[in-house]
């Protein structure tokens, strides 16, 4: 096995469960380029501070595109002792370019490589996240335009409630995730910022220019303004997971209403082949397993965001190695929430849906509100009409028939107000469309809300 990077003032041997109870590698070999990118930023900056020749440094650059092009062919082999990525590119890079080799670490630590490259790899990875959360906020808008006619139950409690659009429907989901986009956005420049030249935890002794290599790096965030938070601070681990558990429970309503949507008693939606799967048993079934599934990660997802926090509480200022069990974490939560937004992509795009049943779901009590209404506007106080409107639903009940089915003079012995126009209340897209607010059911409230995402997409 290679000597270890610390091994100067060790003599005894390591348990060989300690061995892999240590390594990381498993898990970090997976930020293999940004690790190799840091280096090679930091051997620039070497140079700058005089540690490094240009030579030196270029032997060291060329050098690592050779490791980095193992990495990539699937040719990198890894040796007993490679204890983390960064262990293992830099005993490669020895083997490949000589001693010159072992002056890349001058002045830096694990401690501060080890941030850079989590920040590095969270960066690129979210980036990619936000592209595919556009997306689905953009395949959404576009259905909730295209399908801006179609009625549907709005529910509360899951009990009908009153009148909405399904685009309606479509673009409250869509709200959630422009708010989780946004999150995603503020977020981004705390992960980009740069550990880098904090050493160990006290600074750098051949004072590295840091703003050189965090604009190397495009750390659009700067650099960390203090050394030991610097290699302390999983802040940016956390933060990324919370806006991942977030954006699941978002996605799990929405799956969880779709769910329903699409159970044969509602009928309302149903999920193409390419995201339903059969029973073994059952030759009826479709079963919405894409949609369950995310409604399961979300949980997990929840508790992978507990675990990186409680792994950081209580850990004592700058760098323990108890940080090393958030990665794991780390990954599965990145993973999850890009599989699930592409996976809903893809349901969300394929989906159809069945208006007829969405009108047969609206009963003539759900317009007891709009009945109501009708009174306010002659004068009446709404605390009244509401007593109105309720012995309305009630004489309909009694007598076995829809509201919308009492006569008007029957509506008169309710109330004296009530003329031959109340039939006009009896009208499920008027009463979406009387909803014209801003943020409304209605439809022209619905184009705008349609119009004013396309414009945050189009800037974003
Ligand atoms: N593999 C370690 C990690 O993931 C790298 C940092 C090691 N630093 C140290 N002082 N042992 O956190």
Same mark, same amino acid.
């Given at each position: 096995a290679?000597?270890?990077?610390?091994?100067?003032?060790f003599?005894?041997?390591?348990d060989?469960?300690?061995?892999?109870?240590?390594?990381?590698?498993?898990?970090?070999?997976?930020?293999?380029?940004?690790?190799?990118r840091?280096s090679?930023?930091?051997a620039?900056?070497l140079?700058?501070?005089?540690i490094?020749?240009?030579?030196?440094?270029e032997?060291?650059?060329?050098g690592?595109?050779?490791?980095?092009?193992?990495?990539?062919?699937g040719?990198?082999?890894v040796?007993?002792?490679d204890?983390?990525?960064?262990?293992a590119?830099e005993r490669? =890079? +020895? #083997?490949?370019? /000589?001693?010159?080799g072992?002056?890349l670490?001058?002045?830096r630590? %694990?401690?501060d490589q080890? $941030?850079?490259?989590?920040?590095?790899?969270?960066?690129?990875a =979210? +980036? #990619?996240v936000? /592209?595919?959360?556009?997306?689905?906020?953009s395949?959404?808008?576009? %259905?909730?335009?295209?399908e $801006?006619?179609?009625l549907?139950?709005?529910?509360t409690h899951?009990?009908q409630?009153q009148?909405?659009?399904?685009g309606h429907?479509?673009m409250s989901?869509?709200?959630?995730?422009q708010?989780?986009?946004?999150?995603?956005?503020?977020?981004?420049?705390?992960?980009?910022t740069?550990?880098?030249?904090?050493g160990?935890?006290?600074?750098?002794?051949f004072?590295v220019?840091r703003q050189f290599?965090?604009r190397?790096?495009?750390?659009?965030g700067g650099?960390?303004p203090?050394?030991?938070?610097?290699?302390?601070?999983?802040?940016?681990?956390?933060e990324?997971?919370?806006?991942?558990?977030?954006?699941?429970?978002?996605l799990s309503?929405?799956?969880?209403?779709l769910?329903?949507?699409?159970?044969g008693?509602?009928?309302?939606?149903?999920?193409?082949?390419a995201?339903?799967?059969g029973?073994?048993?059952?030759?009826?079934?479709k079963?919405?397993d894409?949609?369950?599934?995310?409604?399961?990660?979300?949980?997990?997802?929840?508790?992978?965001l507990a675990?990186v926090?409680a792994?950081l509480?209580?850990t004592?200022?700058?760098y323990?190695?108890?940080f090393q069990?958030a990665?794991?974490?780390m990954?599965?939560?990145?993973?999850?929430a890009?599989d699930?937004?592409?996976?809903?992509?893809g349901?969300?795009s394929t989906l159809?849906?069945?208006?007829?049943?969405?009108?047969?779901?609206?009963?003539?009590?759900?317009?007891?509100?709009?009945?109501?209404?009708?009174?306010?506007?002659k004068?009446?106080p709404?605390?009244?009409?509401h007593h109105?409107?309720?012995?309305?639903?009630?004489?309909?009940?009694?007598t076995?028939v829809?509201?919308?089915?009492l006569?008007?003079a029957?509506?008169q012995?309710?109330?004296?107000?009530?003329?031959d126009?109340?039939?006009?209340?009896?009208?499920f897209s008027a009463?979406?469309d009387?909803?014209?607010t801003?943020?409304?059911?209605?439809?022209?409230s619905?184009?705008e809300?349609?119009?004013?995402?396309?414009?945050?997409?189009a800037?974003?």
């Amino acid at each position: 096995a290679t000597p270890k990077l610390w091994g100067g003032r060790f003599t005894g041997k390591v348990d060989p469960l300690m061995e892999k109870f240590n390594a990381s590698l498993p898990l970090d070999k997976r930020m293999w380029a940004e690790d190799i990118r840091g280096s090679q930023a930091y051997a620039k900056a070497l140079v700058k501070a005089g540690i490094l020749t240009q030579e030196e440094a270029e032997t060291i650059v060329g050098g690592l595109d050779k490791v980095a092009s193992e990495w990539a062919s699937g040719t990198f082999v890894v040796k007993a002792g490679d204890e983390d990525i960064h262990t293992a590119n830099e005993r490669r =890079l +020895t #083997e490949l370019v /000589g001693a010159v080799g072992g002056k890349l670490h001058t002045g830096r630590s %694990r401690n501060d490589q080890v $941030a850079t490259d989590t920040r590095l790899w969270l960066f690129a990875a =979210l +980036t #990619e996240v936000r /592209g595919s959360l556009q997306e689905l906020i953009s395949v959404a808008t576009n %259905r909730a335009e295209a399908e $801006a006619d179609v009625l549907m139950p709005g529910f509360t409690h899951l009990q009908q409630a009153q009148t909405v659009r399904w685009g309606h429907w479509l673009m409250s989901h869509a709200s959630a995730w422009q708010r989780d986009d946004m999150r995603l956005r503020d977020l981004l420049p705390r992960v980009a910022t740069l550990p880098l030249g904090s050493g160990a935890l006290a600074g750098n002794p051949f004072l590295v220019d840091r703003q050189f290599i965090a604009r190397e790096l495009g750390m659009v965030g700067g650099v960390c303004p203090n050394s030991m938070d610097a290699v302390s601070d999983r802040d940016f681990v956390a933060e990324s997971l919370f806006f991942a558990a977030l954006h699941l429970v978002h996605l799990s309503r929405w799956a969880e209403d779709l769910i329903i949507y699409s159970s044969g008693l509602f009928g309302f939606v149903q999920c193409s082949d390419a995201y339903a799967t059969g029973s073994s048993l059952m030759p009826q079934k479709k079963n919405p397993d894409a949609l369950e599934l995310i409604r399961g990660k979300a949980g997990k997802l929840q508790g992978n965001l507990a675990g990186v926090m409680a792994v950081l509480k209580g850990t004592p200022t700058t760098y323990n190695k108890d940080f090393q069990e958030a990665w794991e974490l780390m990954f599965d939560s990145v993973d999850a929430a890009h599989d699930c937004i592409r996976i809903a992509t893809g349901v969300l795009s394929t989906l159809s849906i069945n208006p007829d049943r969405m009108m047969k779901g609206l009963s003539a009590d759900m317009l007891a509100t709009d009945l109501a209404e009708y009174l306010v506007r002659k004068g009446v106080p709404f605390r009244e009409t509401h007593h109105v409107s309720g012995a309305a639903v009630k004489m309909a009940e009694d007598t076995g028939v829809p509201l919308s089915s009492l006569s008007v003079a029957q509506l008169q012995s309710i109330h004296p107000l009530f003329e031959d126009d109340v039939v006009k209340v009896w009208d499920f897209s008027a009463s979406a469309d009387a909803r014209d607010t801003e943020g409304g059911a209605s439809k022209r409230s619905l184009l705008e809300q349609v119009a004013k995402m396309r414009a945050y997409l189009a800037a974003e």
